[in-house]
């Protein structure tokens, strides 16, 4: 069974940064995608950024363009997304996934809150 757990949110002001972190066991973790989405309040859950397996094709959301950067170490079964600049829009529940093909065939993680403040 695969499990994913995600870490790294918090509360950050505006232009602040935050690293979240994504724990993947039970999957062959270096031959998955992984993806990151996120819930705001009052929002449905969206898209932010995916990778492929081997972390050659990166892809973003255009809010996130420039900010944001979607990494993995398959080593550690971990992948990483890298938060700067952060807007009061970021605040959501971000989720990290990991599968193939359509992500409604993907397995998440309970998600972790970010939270960013004026």
């Known amino acids: 069974q695969v499990q994913l757990t995600e870490s790294g949110g918090g509360v950050v002001q505006t232009g602040g940064s935050l690293n979240l972190s994504c724990l993947t066991s039970?999957?062959?973790?270096?031959?998955?995608?992984m993806a990151w989405f996120r819930q705001g309040p009052g929002r449905e859950r969206e898209f932010v950024a995916s990778?492929?397996?081997?972390?050659?094709?990166?892809q973003y959301a255009d809010s996130v363009k420039g900010r944001f950067t979607i990494s993995r170490d398959n080593a550690k079964n971990t992948a990483f997304l890298l938060m700067n600049s952060l807007e009061l829009e970021d605040t959501a529940v971000y989720y990290c996934g990991s599968g193939l093909g359509d992500y409604k065939y993907w397995s998440w993680g309970q998600g972790t809150q970010v939270t960013v403040s004026s």
């Open positions: 039970g999957s062959p973790f270096s031959t998955y995608a």
């Open positions: 990778i492929s397996w081997n972390g050659a094709v990166t």
